[in-house]
């Protein structure tokens, strides 16, 4: 499987983006969002499953962004609304047969998108 991820930019504190992450085949994988910023180690930030009924999120990130799938379009998203600077990172879409619980663990998946930058000015 190949993700491909769009949707990052510049925005201010505040305001929102979604981000987008289209594969190359129809599966039955939970799909999940990953970032990193520099210097620091990649961090989970939402997962869902495979027919969108379950969704985890980061604490840091759980009432802002808004992970969710559409099948039909092979495509999973994530709406990241009340940016704050911290935000700010390459953002990674994954996916991959995942256990509930290691979803956060990014070992756990396989299949990895190419990043995509966003960032949050103050």
């Known amino acids: 499987v190949q993700l491909q991820a769009s949707g990052g930019g510049l925005v201010q504190a505040g305001e929102s983006l979604r981000l987008s992450c289209v594969a190359s085949?129809?599966?039955?994988?939970?799909m999940g969002w990953f970032r990193q910023a520099p210097g620091m180690e990649r961090e989970f930030v939402a997962a869902?499953?495979?027919?969108?009924?379950?969704?985890y999120y980061a604490d840091s990130v759980r009432g802002r962004f808004t992970i969710s799938r559409d099948n039909a379009k092979n495509t999973v998203y994530l709406q990241m609304n009340g940016q704050k600077p911290e935000d700010t990172a390459v953002y990674y879409c994954?996916?991959?047969?995942?256990?509930?619980?290691?979803?956060?663990?990014?070992?756990?998946?396989?299949?990895w998108g190419q990043g995509t930058q966003v960032t949050v000015s103050s």
């Open positions: 869902i499953s495979w027919n969108g009924g379950v969704t």
């Open positions: 994954t996916a991959d047969k995942v256990q509930n619980a290691n979803a956060v663990v990014a070992e756990s998946w396989g299949y």
């Open positions: 085949e129809r599966s039955n994988y939970g």
